[in-house]
């Protein structure tokens, strides 16, 4: 079944340790984004990626690492969390190098840094 | 920066009614795509809608863009209960714009 994985779905945390959220799409879409969705501020870009090692900021990239070595994986990085972080996050994926086909999302990611 | 912008923010109709939401932009654009998502969920792509393009359909849904207004409208006819859900409108930037940036969503609640 073609998908978008994200890993995990549920993670709480506490300020300051790292974390990695994995994504993984069995497409062979070559762009790939990170969103993350607060109440009131809809869905805000990350960091998306248009092929393995090329890698853009998106609106709000701030404490946040990404890196694309496969085609199929994008981890977002967390290197410092903090409460400000909390929030659910979203991968996806499209085909082709440009945003012109639709995106494929994962089921998200639902972040709580104490 | 929040390139769509969509209205209402919440919507509430009887089951069998139209549902019509807006979205408005302030760019120029390739497309526009609307997209559905169940409380929580992923969102699920609905459809797209190209720069050149004035009218689209897609089963139930009819989408339209005005992009002398900067403008479009996805209409939803003959709303079932499970039409319930959060709608989002998102653009690219036109151009060579790699980023699809979303609305807030309109949130439509259909009722038995």
């Known amino acids: 079944e073609a998908q978008v994985t994200q890993n995990p779905r549920y993670l709480i945390t506490v300020t300051g340790k790292k974390l990695t959220v994995t994504c993984s799409q069995n497409?062979?879409?070559?762009?790939m984004s990170w969103y993350r969705q607060d109440p009131g501020l809809g869905l805000r870009q990350i960091y998306y990626?248009?092929?393995?090692?090329?890698?853009d900021k998106g609106d709000v990239p701030e404490g946040y690492k990404v890196s694309r070595k496969e085609k199929r994986n994008f981890p977002l990085i967390l290197e410092s969390p903090s409460p400000n972080q909390t929030s659910l996050y979203f991968c996806a994926s499209s085909p082709g190098d440009r945003i012109i086909s639709p995106l494929h999302f994962g089921n998200g990611t639902r972040l709580t840094v104490t | 920066s929040q390139q769509g912008e969509e209205d209402p923010q919440a919507l509430s109709i009887q089951e069998g009614e139209n549902a019509t939401m807006n979205c408005s932009y302030k760019t120029s654009i390739n497309n526009l795509q609307w997209y559905r998502q169940n409380s929580g969920r992923g969102l699920v792509h609905l459809i797209l809608i190209r720069s050149n393009e004035r009218e689209k359909h897609s089963g139930r849904l009819r989408v339209t863009l005005d992009t002398s207004k900067k403008s479009s409208s996805l209409l939803i006819t003959a709303s079932r209960a499970a039409d319930t859900a959060s709608y989002f409108c998102?653009?690219?930037?036109?151009?060579?714009?790699?980023?699809?940036?979303f609305g807030k969503g309109t949130l439509l609640t259909v009722n038995p």
């Open positions: 497409m062979n879409h070559e762009y």
């Open positions: 990626s248009m092929n393995v090692e090329v890698t």
């Open positions: 998102a653009t690219d930037g036109g151009g060579s714009n790699y980023k699809l940036t």
